[in-house]
T-cell receptor, first 114, second 113 residues
Framework: NAGVTQTPKFQVLKTGQSMTLQCAQDMNHNSMYWYRQDPGMGLRLIYYSASEGTTDKGEVPNGYNVSRLNKREFSLRLESAAPSQTSVYFC?????????????FGEGSRLTVL | GESVGLHLPTLSVQEGDNSIINCAYSNSASDYFIWYKQESGKGPQFIIDIRSNMDKRQGQRVTVLLNKTVKHLSLQIAATQPGDSAVYFCAENPRNAGNMLTFGGGTRLMVKP
C-alpha cells in the first residue's frame, strides 16, 4: 500500500519556468491538500480539495494553481516560478470531507528556483 | 493574528527520560488539535489528536494535554527513545475553517544515548 505518492522528489527550475507537481493517493480518501514547508517554519496550506470536483485556496495560494484530476490525483502547478517558491512541497490526504481527520503526507518534493 | 507557536525550538533529552513538548495557540475557536512527527527527509506523520471537549488523551507512550483556559497544548513522550528524535509540530483546526489546519513552527527533539 503506497499511501501518498509525490513526483518528482527533486526539481531545479529557472525563474519563469513552469512545472507541475503530481500527487496520487491510493487510500480512497476524499480530501487532498498541498502544503509548502520553508526552513524553520511550519507547513503552510497552499490549496486543498475537500472532495472530487472542488478546490479551495489555503493560506498562500498566490503563484499556484491546482487540479483535482479525479479522486486519486491532485496536482499543483507553478505557471511562472519565482525564487520565493523555493521550498519543500507536501501533498496530503484524509478520508473525511466534512472536517479534518488524520492527514497522511507524502515524502515531499524539494523545489529550487534559481 | 491567529497563530500556533511553540515555546522551545530545540529540546534535548536523555534516552529513557520523559519528554514534554509545548505549544501555544491563540485561536479560541479551534476545536481540534493534532501532533505530527517529522523525521529528516520525510513527510509529517500523525501521532495523536484531541478535540476541545477533552483535556487529555493517551496513546502508546504519548499523551496530549489540552488546557483551553490558557490555550496551551503539550505532547508528553514517555521513556524517550533514539527513534523519537525528530521535529514535532502541533496543528489546530478552527471550528469555522473547514478542512484547514494551521501548523506551528516545530520543535526539534534530540535524544541523547
Amino acid at each position: 500500500n503506497a499511501g501518498v505518492t509525490q513526483t518528482p522528489k527533486f526539481q531545479v527550475l529557472k525563474t519563469g519556468q513552469s512545472m507541475t507537481l503530481q500527487c496520487a493517493q491510493d487510500m480512497n480518501h476524499n480530501s487532498m491538500y498541498w502544503y509548502r514547508q520553508d526552513p524553520g517554519m511550519g507547513l503552510r496550506l497552499i490549496y486543498y480539495s475537500a472532495s472530487e470536483g472542488t478546490t479551495d485556496k489555503g493560506e498562500v495560494p498566490n503563484g499556484y494553481n491546482v487540479s483535482r484530476l479525479n479522486k486519486r490525483e491532485f496536482s499543483l502547478r507553478l505557471e511562472s516560478a519565482a525564487p520565493s517558491q523555493t521550498s519543500v512541497y507536501f501533498c496530503a490526504s484524509t478520508r473525511t470531507s466534512g472536517g479534518i481527520g488524520e492527514l497522511f503526507f507524502g515524502e515531499g518534493s524539494r523545489l529550487t528556483v534559481l | 493574528g491567529e497563530s500556533v507557536g511553540l515555546h522551545l525550538p530545540t529540546l534535548s533529552v536523555q534516552e529513557g527520560d520523559n519528554s514534554i513538548i509545548n505549544c501555544a495557540y491563540s485561536n479560541s475557536a479551534s476545536d481540534y488539535f493534532i501532533w505530527y512527527k517529522q523525521e529528516s527527509g520525510k513527510g509529517p506523520q500523525f501521532i495523536i489528536d484531541i478535540r476541545s471537549n477533552m483535556d487529555k488523551r493517551q496513546g502508546q507512550r504519548v499523551t496530549v494535554l489540552l488546557n483551553k483556559t490558557v490555550k496551551h497544548l503539550s505532547l508528553q513522550i514517555a521513556a524517550t527513545q533514539p527513534g523519537d528524535s525528530a521535529v514535532y509540530f502541533c496543528a489546530e483546526n478552527p471550528r469555522n475553517a473547514g478542512n484547514m489546519l494551521t501548523f506551528g513552527g516545530g520543535t526539534r527533539l534530540m535524544v541523547k544515548p
